[in-house]
């Protein structure tokens, strides 16, 4: 086993992004000298500039700014080079999944055959990444063994602790939720939970297996897809039933063992729709795990389907998304439901326009729709409006301006009814039309 006098105080945090960079500056104001990589060159100049290339996040610009005063955070395009100076690798590089729905680890891959290069005998590395149980070890560990020449648990220390946080309150969360932490073994996992205790200040749940903490987080994942699944067949009863779904979970969830999650018109975002199939590529075939992932994904087209049953055929319909954004209030296409429903529209021959405040015009026709904005004339030839992200610029949304609008299809069960069908406007929503 390696002896080790020094105290590990060098941090390297591989991947800037959302959470890299929060986790990198947390660190850095907590006792740490932290040196950040990122392939992203603006990434990197503008955190040695002080600035947070990541905004919405309550903060961080504050939290950045003062490590780069103090000279305890630094950044680099060179993975290599960040991690030959550090004691302490934390990885936290995302693994997607393709369109086909299988694992896409080419970024991930790329950084470890870096971290392996750069680093130093006596070392640690934490994943943090949400990975299919068993990489940190089978896939990624073996890698590092292999470039390096290092032995796993006598070379060098691995452990993995996922990551939990909720985007928009990444720093509150990172106090507050427990962080669960596995190891290789007994001084992986020692110097795994000393650190984070020291870093992040927060309760700590030790479990017994690399394998145990990577799964943990999966199955959050999965718990919250099947949960919203069920949410969403019940709220479809709800429809045939004439029965509101808001007014039955309210209900339901009184009873302390019922946790029914809100229904609505899809899932999407860079957790939920993507880490089941982490799950599914690796056994997990049949059951609940798939069949959760078929009914979220089929609820934009249920939407489409109320809309048409309503007003007859959707060709050279105008109609506009609201929020490009996967959910409320951040600015996140990842495996959006408007993506999901600007396909079928397009299928149907509908004019498909979105409306989303955190995006530029440019961006939303990157996406492949025509941007409009609530102060364009335009609106008042609008005639469907779908609810998509309910951001905080939409609770004072007037639909008198949609002066033409037939329907408003409510994808999140949010909006005023009584306003809207006042109005003359069809309502309709996800389980709750009564
Ligand atoms: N975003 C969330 O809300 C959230 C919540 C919980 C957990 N997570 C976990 O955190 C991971 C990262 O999420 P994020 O939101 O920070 O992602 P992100 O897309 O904001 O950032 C990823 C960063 O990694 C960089 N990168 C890609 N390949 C690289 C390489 N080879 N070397 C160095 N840098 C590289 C990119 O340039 C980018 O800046 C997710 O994959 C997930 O496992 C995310």
Redesign the pocket.
């Known amino acids: 086993m390696i002896e080790r006098d020094q105290l590990f105080s060098n941090v390297a945090v ?9 986790l990198a500056a947390v660190f850095a104001n907590n006792g740490y000298k932290v040196s950040g ?4 060159e603006d ?1 990197v100049n503008s955190i040695n500039n002080g600035e947070a ?2 905004k919405n996040e309550p903060g961080l610009q504050k939290l950045v700014y003062d490590a780069h005063e103090n000279k305890t955070l630094s950044a680099t ?1 060179s ?1 290599v080079e960040a991690v030959s100076e550090a004691d302490i690798v934390v990885v ?5 999944v393709t369109d086909d729905n299988k694992i896409d680890y ?6 470890v055959e ?1 971290i392996a290069e750069g680093l130093q005998k006596g070392s640690l590395i934490i994943f ?4 299919p149980p068993g990489d940190t070890q089978n896939r990624f560990g073996k890698k590092i063994e292999e470039i390096s020449g290092l032995r796993m648990g006598e070379d060098f220390y691995l452990a993995y602790s ?6 928009n309150r ?1 720093i509150e969360d990172l106090k507050n939720y427990p962080k669960v932490v596995g190891g290789f073994n007994q001084q992986s996992l020692e110097l795994a939970t000393d650190f984070y205790k020291k870093a992040l200040n927060c309760e700590l749940i030790k479990v017994s297996s690399l394998e145990t903490a990577e799964f943990s ?1 999966v199955a959050e994942c999965v718990y919250r897809d099947v949960n919203i699944a069920l949410s969403n067949e019940l709220a479809k009863f709800a429809e045939e039933k004439g029965v509101s779904i808001t007014e039955v979970i309210n209900a339901s969830n009184s009873q302390p063992f019922s946790h029914l999650h809100s229904p609505g018109i899809g899932v999407g ?3 939920i729709p993507i ?1 089941p199939y982490f799950f599914i590529n690796k056994g997990l075939v049949q059951g609940l795990t798939p069949m959760a992932r078929e009914i979220n994904d089929s609820m934009a087209n249920h939407a489409i389907s109320k809309i048409e049953n309503r007003l007859g055929s959707l060709e050279n319909k105008n109609i506009l998304i609201l929020g490009l954004s996967y959910r409320e209030n ?1 600015k ?1 296409p ?1 495996k959006s439901t408007a993506l999901l429903l600007m396909d079928l529209l397009k299928e149907k021959q509908a004019n498909v326009l979105v409306n989303d405040p955190h995006f530029t015009s440019s961006e939303i026709i990157d996406y492949g729709a025509l941007p409009l904005s609530m102060k364009d004339k335009f609106v008042s030839n609008i005639d469907v409006v779908i609810l998509q992200a309910f951001h905080k610029e939409y609770m004072s949304l007037d639909f008198e301006d949609f002066s033409n609008c037939k329907l408003i299809l409510d994808g999140r069960n949010k909006l005023n009814q009584d306003e809207i069908t006042n109005l003359g406007i069809v309502y309709e929503s996800i389980g709750n039309e009564i």
């Not at 080419?106 to 950084?111: E, K, P, S, Y």
């Not at 943090?128 to 990975?131: R, S």
């Not at 996922?162 to 985007?167: A, I, L, M, T």
Request: hydrophobic letters at 35%; one cysteine or more; charged letters at 20%.
């Open positions: 591989v991947g800037l992004g959302k959470i890299g960079l929060t990589s990122d392939k992203n990434v290339h990541v395009t993975n936290i590089v995302p693994v997607l080419q970024f991930i891959d790329a950084a870096d943090e990444t949400t990975l996922p990551e939990r946080v909720y985007s990444i987080k975002g860079h957790c880490y951040v996140e990842t």
